[in-house]
């Protein structure tokens, strides 16, 4: 081997490029990353909405050892160092804490992300009968492409609460025995004057009606006989009318499972990785943290993709409520500045999905400043629209604490950007919770096909974003 030069060693020296995971990994630790991989996909099947997600969360927390917040209060609960407790939501979102050996108003580790993903909601009073086929009425959720919706097989999630008051679970398209619903496309032999429109046009939203059944009911004289035949089904196997839909949260998903992509098994297709992928490794990395310094919380909120609002979304009261609550169970006498200090003084990961580099859309992206699939965890300074609007924008000497921490833990990283400077942009939680005062980083997965209804991650990404996620719990 030739002898490098002055220039090559001074190259090496000063040069930085990103690592890829594979190239990086030995046997044992790709063994890992594809054992996780596997983990993860039954995450994703569990929980299409960010109800079934709650619920998931929770199951898990409970299997850990986390204690309900309510129960603790309802006991007057003496919350010390070790304790693990759970705060539930509305059934949308939930905070996990992991009560640190340090006196909490000197700041929580945090990573915040989000369950909710795009979709398409039925309306109130949904269904009706037109051309001898019924259909239900929808409103899309979040930013979604609309004619990526089209043409494809779709689930039915949802919670409706009947007059009685019971309350009953629905899921229908995702079992292979079930049948799955269908929102049309126009045949490319009629489809001129669509074609003739922008993309974002050649679907209207009030054009994404699901299609659900064409049997007539049997009986002569009746008008909309094939919507109340649909009503006949879904009454003699839910018990429910259709008065009952104005009270019921559908969501319209993608039907089937993850599935692995590639000859080699490396990445994974599903519905949901924006965000469920930066949920599901901050949930398992905040499961194996045990006796911290300082209290760690994985915070897992609802409606980012419509802004955060509502009772369940980032910008409620709930997450500071819970931190109140848990330091009046620590303290003999509560005031509100010791809440104040407590999330003043916190480090968050605002964990959200990062767009990848796609060598077929390559002109969007900064090619040195972008993203790419398989060079582990992505983090970055801002995300926002145009000149940084919209975001939070982490200090340098934060950014240096993050990389210390992943440096000295064996976690590969690389520095991102959601797109080229004017070509668009977006946002994350990660502002809300600075508002506090607390220092945040965007960081998470790099994604292809953001926000379509199947989305691909790399496997070496999810597993060092596990990684990553863990040893900021652990700092």
């Not at 945090?110 to 309306?123: A, E, M, Q, T, V």
């Not at 009746?222 to 019921?248: H, P, Q, R, V």
């Not at 620590?330 to 509100?336: D, K, P, R, T």
């Amino acid at each position: 081997m030739s002898e490098l030069t002055e220039g090559k060693k001074l190259q090496e020296k000063l040069s930085h490029n990103w690592n890829n995971v594979w190239e990086k990994s030995d046997e044992k630790e790709i063994e890992k990353i594809f054992d996780f991989s596997e983990n993860y996909k039954a995450f994703l099947d569990k929980g299409k909405t960010e109800r079934e997600s709650v619920a998931e969360i929770i199951r898990m927390a409970k299997e850990n050892g986390y204690i309900d917040l309510n129960e603790a209060i309802e006991k007057n609960m003496e919350v010390k160092a070790g304790m693990k407790i759970y705060a539930n939501n509305k059934n949308k979102a939930v905070a996990m804490f992991v009560i640190g050996e340090e006196d909490i108003t000197k700041g929580m580790n945090i990573i915040g992300s989000h369950l909710d993903s795009p979709r398409i909601d039925l309306k109130q009073f949904p269904l009706y009968e037109d051309s001898d086929l019924a259909f239900l009425k929808t409103h899309y959720y979040g930013g979604i492409r609309k004619y990526q919706w089209v043409a494809l097989p779709l689930a039915l999630h949802g919670v409706l609460v009947k007059s009685n008051g019971e309350k009953i679970n629905i899921v229908i398209g995702e079992e292979e025995s079930d049948p799955v619903f269908y929102i049309s496309d126009l045949l490319p032999h009629l489809a001129k004057d669509q074609n003739a429109k922008k993309l974002g046009e050649g679907i209207t939203g009030e054009g994404l009606n699901i299609l659900i059944g064409s049997i007539p009911y049997n009986e002569e004289d009746l008008s909309d006989k094939i919507k109340l035949n649909m009503l006949k089904i879904l009454n003699e196997k839910y018990g429910i009318t259709e008065e009952d839909f104005t009270t019921a949260e559908f969501e319209a998903v993608p039907a089937g499972k993850a599935r692995d992509v590639g000859i080699d098994r490396s990445l994974i297709s599903s519905y949901g990785h924006d965000d469920r992928v930066c949920a599901y490794t901050s949930l398992r990395a905040i499961l194996e943290i045990n006796n911290p310094s300082r209290t760690a919380v994985g915070l897992f909120v609802d409606k980012e993709e419509i802004g955060s609002m509502g009772n369940t979304g980032m910008h409620s009261k709930f997450f500071e409520y819970a931190v109140s609550e848990i330091i009046g169970l620590m303290e003999e006498s509560y005031f509100e500045l010791k809440t104040k200090r407590a999330l003043g003084n916190s480090k968050v990961l605002s964990a959200d999905v990062a767009a990848g580099f796609d060598p077929n859309y390559p002109s969007v992206l900064d090619k040195r400043n972008a993203a790419f699939l398989g060079k582990g965890i992505a983090i970055f300074k801002y995300t926002g629209v145009r000149g940084k609007g919209g975001c939070s924008d982490a200090n340098s000497e934060y950014m240096s604490d993050i990389r210390k921490i992943f440096n000295n833990d064996n976690v590969i990283w690389q520095m991102g950007e959601l797109g080229k400077v004017d070509q668009g942009g977006g946002g994350t939680i990660a502002y809300i919770l600075a508002n506090y005062g607390m220092e945040v980083l965007d960081c998470g997965v790099p994604v292809l096909s953001m926000h379509a209804p199947y989305e691909l991650v790399s496997k070496a990404d999810v597993y060092m974003t596990y990684k990553g996620y863990k040893a900021f719990y652990e700092a």
